[in-house]
């Protein structure tokens, strides 16, 4: 069992940046991929990036590559999504996901934070 908790979101004007960070429990931590997603106003849920239990594998969506950056601590379980150059179609419900060893091009998720808000104005 994971849980995650979501922080880091907010109100920023396009052009700007945020961080958000996800904090987890659990004992198995290293075993997950970790990822986030998102899913904007009448919108599916999209997987914006991921990162493998080692950090040594990363994926990230076409239109966040070169803006966004993710990273772990395995000691302190946390991930993090570094986001920068923000654009208004960036505003959308960003989800903290993690992923018994799964593939970071194909990560689902198997548990799930609560989501935190990133709004983007023009």
């Known amino acids: 069992q994971v849980q995650l908790v979501e922080s880091g979101g907010g109100l920023v004007q396009a052009g700007g940046s945020l961080r958000l960070s996800c904090a987890a429990s659990?004992?198995?931590?290293?075993?997950?991929?970790m990822g986030w997603f998102r899913q904007a106003p009448g919108k599916e849920r999209e997987s914006v990036a991921a990162?493998?239990?080692?950090?040594?594998?990363?994926y990230y969506a076409d239109s966040v590559k070169g803006r966004f950056t993710i990273s772990r601590d395995n000691a302190k379980k946390t991930v993090a999504l570094q986001l920068n150059s923000l654009k208004p179609e960036d505003t959308a419900v960003y989800y903290c996901a993690a992923g018994y060893l799964q593939r970071v091009e194909t990560m689902t998720g198997d548990y799930w934070g609560q989501g935190t808000q990133v709004t983007v104005s023009s």
């Open positions: 659990g004992r198995t931590f290293s075993a997950y991929t």
């Open positions: 990162i493998s239990w080692s950090a040594g594998s990363t």
